[in-house]
């Protein structure tokens, strides 16, 4: 992904030219770049042979999931529909591990049936559902406990889930009581311990601090677990401060971690692995010049792309086609929706921009897509994969009759 002479190409294919073939808003992946990512994710973690579960809520595509699972990695799945879609795209059973508050009978159900690794369970009346329909099974479930460390992430707000005021997970009091009915039930094997304290996390700190209380835990109930899941989290370059989680410096802490307590290690990497391999382009509708700024109207909104409205999350915009004409006002790029929220960035030094110019948002593989809605009625964008020189529509764009 980068400019050749004045024109942005991904993986070979100027941008210009894929709009022109699949119209505007698009979302575009690089399978060479998701590829790298995943190599990159394995090399720094190698030493401890991790099970590898990609977290299926920051990119459900089932392209992108085949693909993933065809480079080994397993899934972190949050309700039966992402289940169904990892078993559908190709992924084993046996790496798959289900997470989430809110487990419904007929999702606990489903899980048992299919055999997936673990249900890694987050409160006591989820236990028992699931003790219960093992029971009436005849089955033996295999699962975790979901523990919330009280640890700060240090991420934005609104993705922190390892606080005591997040609804993730049980605190260190009840642990202790649910891992022992576990292991005194002859429905239920205790086999994991997990954690997942946030998203975009990019210092290694607040890790270490769960890893602490992990010790902690570990040795108060003096209990081996075979899994020890460590979640996901692991933070990207936004492009704004050029700062991204150290990965290599988390994979040496782990591992002493990981020889202390002789246990397998399970991550649920979402936004590492696929964040920065999506490009979503879009075209300029209108320019509406205002006092002190011009609003940029494009035809991607936040329907298509909902992380700015969601979190106020800042992403690069980067014009497709460069020029040397500045602008002498800032733009404040927004989408067509009735939001005050439906902005992307306003941005002072920009390049001078006219009406159907191509912009493009980077980095919007993980939480793109996967949270989209119809919102406005507005049909979902087109998916397409660059994969060995080929262009691959992997979602068609959805129509205005199916919505209507
Ligand atoms: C969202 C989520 C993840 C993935 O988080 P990333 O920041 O995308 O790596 C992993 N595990 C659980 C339980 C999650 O809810």
């Known amino acids: 992904m980068r400019y050749k002479l004045k024109n942005f190409s991904i993986d070979g294919f100027d941008v210009n030219k894929i709009a022109k073939k699949y119209k505007t808003p698009v979302y575009c992946y690089s399978f060479k770049k998701l590829r790298e990512n995943i190599l990159n994710f394995n090399k720094n973690f190698k030493h401890i042979d991790p099970l590898t579960c990609f977290s299926v809520k920051a990119n459900s595509n089932k392209i992108l999931l085949n693909e993933i699972g065809k480079l080994g990695l397993g899934a972190d799945v949050v309700s039966i529909g992402e289940l169904l879609k990892a078993l559908k795209s190709g992924i084993k059973p046996n790496k798959i591990v289900f997470s989430g508050v809110g487990k419904t009978k007929n999702e606990i159900s489903f899980a048992i049936k299919k055999k997936i690794l673990l249900i890694n369970a987050e409160s006591k009346s989820e236990i028992l559902e699931i003790e219960k329909i093992a029971k009436i099974k005849k089955k033996q479930v295999n699962v975790g406990i979901r523990l919330n460390p009280n640890t700060d992430a240090k991420t934005l707000s609104q993705i922190s889930t390892g606080k005591k005021e997040n609804k993730f997970g049980v605190s260190e009091k009840n642990f202790l009581e649910l891992s022992k009915y576990i292991r005194n039930s002859k429905y239920m094997n205790l086999k994991c311990l997990s954690v997942h304290i946030g998203s975009q996390i990019l210092d290694t700190r607040p890790y270490e601090k769960m890893l602490k209380v992990l010790d902690k835990m570990i040795k108060k109930i003096n209990y081996h677990f075979e899994y020890i899941d460590l979640g996901g989290g692991m933070g990207i370059d936004y492009g704004n401060n050029n700062k991204r989680l150290n990965l290599k410096k988390y994979s040496s802490i782990v591992k002493k971690f990981k020889e202390k307590h002789k246990t397998k290690i399970i991550f649920e990497p979402g936004r590492s692995i696929i964040g920065n391999s999506g490009i979503l382009i879009a075209k300029i509708i209108y320019i509406k010049e205002g ?32 020029n040397k004409r500045k602008s002498n006002k800032s733009y404040e790029f927004v ?59 992997i979602n068609k764009r959805q129509n205005l009759k199916d919505l209507i």
């Open 291 to 322: 006092h002190k700024k011009n609003f940029i109207i494009i035809d991607a909104a936040m329907n298509d792309f909902m992380r700015p409205a969601l979190y106020n999350a800042r992403h690069r915009i980067i014009p497709a086609v460069r």
């Open 335 to 393: 989408g067509p929706i009735c939001e005050s929220t439906d902005k992307f960035s306003t941005l002072k030094k920009f390049q001078k921009l006219y009406e159907n110019d191509l912009i493009l948002i980077c980095d919007v593989g993980a939480y793109g897509m996967s949270l989209s809605s119809n919102y406005n009625t507005r049909p979902k964008p087109l998916e397409i994969l660059i994969k060995d020189s080929k262009i691959k529509i």
